[in-house]
Each structure stands twice: as C-alpha cells, then as structure tokens.
C-alpha cells in the first residue's frame, strides 16, 4: 500500500510554505477587509430599515448596481470550472498549476454573485416566492436552478481533485489534524483510489461545462425574454457566455500574478502560463468585439425609433463615456498589449486584465442601465446615480473575494501538488506518446501501455 510521504513533497515545500507560515502582511490585510465588510454590512442593514430609497434606483430604472454586480460575478465564476475542465479535457500538460485557482475563483464567485438578486429585493425573504409560486415560464426560476446546479457541480469539482493533498496536510500532523483528516477521506495514495479518483474527475469535468455554458445562458434570457429595446436579442446567450469566460480570463489572470508576487510561486506560475493565458484572453476580446459589432450594427440598421434611442443614448449621450471606456477597456488596449510580443510581458497582462475587468463590468451596466432609462411610453428619461449604499455593497463584494481566496490559501495550497507530482512522473511520457501517435513515420506508431501498478 503506498503510503503519502512527507519527504516526497520537499521538492514542492514553497506549495506548504502560506498554510504554516503567516506574515504580520497577511494579518493587516484581513484586518482591512474584514472592516471593508462591516462596513458593507451596515449598508445593507440601513436598506433593510429604511428600504430601496437609499438606493438610486427609481422609476423607471429599477435594476442598477445590484443586478449589473449579479451578472459580473456570475460572469467571472466562468474562470473557473469552465477553462479548467476545459483544459483538463484537452490534456494540456501546463493547466497544472493553475486549475485549482481557477476553481476556487469560481466557487467564491458564485457565492458572491448569488447574493446579489437578494440584495435587490426591499424585502428578502420574498427569495421564498420563487420556491413555493415559480412558474416553469419564468427565466427567474431558471436561473435559480442553473445556479444552484453550477455552484454544486463546482463545490464538489473543487473538493475532489484536493483530497490527495489535504491527505498529506493531514500526514504531516498540526492542530488541524481531526479536520484534515475528515475531509481526506481516509486517502492513502492506493492505485484503486487514484483510478476513482480520476474517474470520478473526467465525469465532473464533462458535467460541469455544458452546467456552465447554460448558466450564462439562463442569465441572458431574464433580459432578451423581455421587449424592452436594448434587449430583445436572439444572440444574447452567446453573447453573455463568450462574455463570461473573457472576464473570468481576465479575473483568473490577476489573481495568478497576485498570488505569485505575494507567495513567491514563480517556479510553478511561470511566463509560458501567462503568455498562453495572454493569447487566449486576446481571442476572447476579438471575439467579443465581434458580438458587440453584431449587436450594435443589426440595431442601427433596423432602425427602430425606440431602439435607436438606447443605442444613441449609449453613443452620444449620459452613457457615451461608459460605453466608449468599454470598448476602449475590452478591446482596443487589450489589442494593444496583446497582440504585439514587446508588450505581451507579465507587467502588460495584468494591466490589460484588469482593463478587462473593468470594461466587462461597465459592458454590464451599459446593458442594464440605458434599456430602462428610456421608457417606450411618453416618460421623461430617467436618470440613475449610485449611493453611497451601492458602491459600499460593491465593494464589500470585492473584499469577500479577497478575502475568501486569502482564508482559503491559509488552509489549503492553492497550487495542485499531486498533479505537479504527476506531472513530473507521468506527464511527460504521455505527452511524448501522444505526439509520436499523430507524427507521420515510416510505420504506425504502437502506443505500448505502461502495466498497471498493483496496490
């Protein structure tokens, strides 16, 4: 029986090195943001109490920050379960390092981004309506499902890749042992357990991505099911996935070169992982300049009186400063730094990413915003201005983010150590075999299988 051992992790000790040892940084760090979220809090508790008015939305602009938050958050979840099934799919031996990040982001994400339609109600425990009087015809009721199914898939896609190494958390002993030891499942590092192991992973990693795709879907249909100009568009769920994974890129990108800087992890995140990253994250910007071209010419050649209302009230009007910043943040500057090799450094891509970040969220308050603050009816335009209230909660947002990534990298590696293990064992030899079985020769290539270990 084998037997997980502390002398075969040295190699990776740095991987160990955030839960053991806590600098006075990380004390002060937590300290802000635990302030940043009681201060949220508060917020939250002075809208319960004097209700939506100390918000500014009104009529007829009755969604505004909270819902643009719901649908950003949710938007970055895809950062995760998606391009790391997606990568673990494809066999891509440099996923490695960076898929349980990745998971991890989503998991907070959705946490995040489900409390969000909560939060716009006046009255919360109105949530209950849609439980005990949801009708099958309501996207609400969708979205509620395909969240709940996409923040459950993607708990236990997290949880089982980390078993083998909480298992050796738990052999290495700590106040924490009885805990280790609960989640570790009684792992030994058997053959047997690997094979269910891995198993149980391929079917999780294929469930989870059309879970994913259909999440942002369902989100997109609460606006294109609707009438309302700016908003009654068949290429919405498209639109709202390619959407979803570019920001989550972008989000995954950050955290990556946080982390790497603040642990000191540059022998695992290394340049190659951010450069592969880089290219994928130009891809998604050219491929989100094609949909937003798409949505915004078959709008202006139609010509409808109402829908071009929103489109110039989106180009020359209130919100022509949040609409050019989006392009500029989702397109032209990611352009800029990514597609030339001189500014493609790691420097360039957290910039670029965090333009990113900031150009999907105005992309999302460009969507919500100007559709209802130009009634059909003979209304006066309506104007929204965000308080103190709305700003605080997005921020308190942002800090539990932080914050759960930080308490998370306190008790658990953030980088995959038995797939850095195995990769150095066994990925090496597959990856030569799998090219030596599509390389042209003189013959057919005869993959020979390596014989099973017995236990």
């Known amino acids: 029986m084998e037997m997980n051992s502390v002398a075969a992790t040295d190699q990776d000790e740095a991987l160990y090195r955030p839960i053991y040892e806590t600098q006075r940084g990380y004390y002060i760090t937590v300290g802000i943001l635990l302030l940043i979220i009681m201060w949220a809090s508060f917020m939250y ?58 998971e991890v982001i989503t998991a907070i994400v959705l946490a995040i981004g489900g409390l969000h339609p909560i939060i716009d109600l006046g009255r919360p425990d ?55 030891t609960f989640m570790a499942w009684g792992w030994q590092g058997t053959e047997q357990q690997k094979r269910v192991l891995n198993r ?39 639109y709202f996935v390619v959407g979803a994974i570019f920001s989550g890129i972008a989000a995954l990108l950050i955290v990556m070169i946080a982390f790497r800087k603040f642990y000191h992890l540059e022998n695992y995140l290394r340049e190659i992982h951010f450069k592969y990253l880089g290219t994928l994250l130009l891809i998604m910007s050219l491929m989100w300049f094609y949909f937003t071209f798409s949505e ?17 009230y989106k180009f020359t009007g209130p919100f022509s400063l949040a609409f050019w910043g989006m392009v500029a943040c989702n397109f032209v500057i990611p352009v800029i730094i990514l597609g030339f090799r001189r500014f493609k450094t790691i420097p360039g891509i957290l910039i670029a990413s965090i333009m990113v970040v900031i150009g ?68 090496v030899e597959e990856v030569k075999e799998r090219i030596q079985s599509y390389l042209p020769g003189t013959a057919e290539p005869v993959l020979v299988k390596r014989p099973k270990k017995r236990d």
């Open 360 to 427: 999907m969220w105005l992309e999302r308050l460009n969507i919500v915003v100007p559709s209802l603050a130009n009634p059909r009816m003979n209304l006066p335009v309506g104007i929204y201005i965000p308080t103190m209230v709305e700003w605080s909660l997005f921020l308190g947002g942002l800090a539990v983010f932080v914050l759960g990534f930080m308490i998370f990298a306190k008790f658990f590696p953030l980088i995959s150590i038995w797939e850095i293990e195995e990769g150095r064992k066994e990925g």
């Open 45 to 102: 508790f002075t809208q319960l109490r004097d209700g939506l008015g100390v918000t500014g939305m009104n009529q007829p602009v009755t969604w505004g920050f909270y819902i643009v938050n719901f649908v950003f958050f949710i938007g970055i979840s895809h950062a995760g379960t998606l391009i790391s099934a997606i990568l673990r799919l494809s066999k891509a031996e440099w996923r490695r390092p960076i898929t349980r990040m990745a």
């Open 126 to 180: 109105r949530t209950l309506n849609i439980f005990e009087s949801g009708r099958l015809q309501s996207p609400l009721l969708w979205d509620v499902t395909s969240i709940t199914a996409y923040f459950t898939a993607s708990t236990v896609y997290l949880y089982i890749p980390m078993i083998p190494d909480i298992a050796r958390i738990r052999d290495r002993g700590g106040k924490l042992k009885w805990l280790y």
């Open 296 to 312: 915004y010419l078959t709008g202006v050649f139609g010509s409808e009186p109402h829908e071009m209302e929103i489109i110039m």
């Open 200 to 238: 149980a992973i391929n079917i999780l990693m294929v469930m989870v991505i059309p879970i994913a795709i259909s999440v942002h879907t369902v989100i997109s249909y609460i606006f294109s099911m609707t009438l309302q100009p700016g908003w009654h568009s068949t290429i919405f769920g498209p």
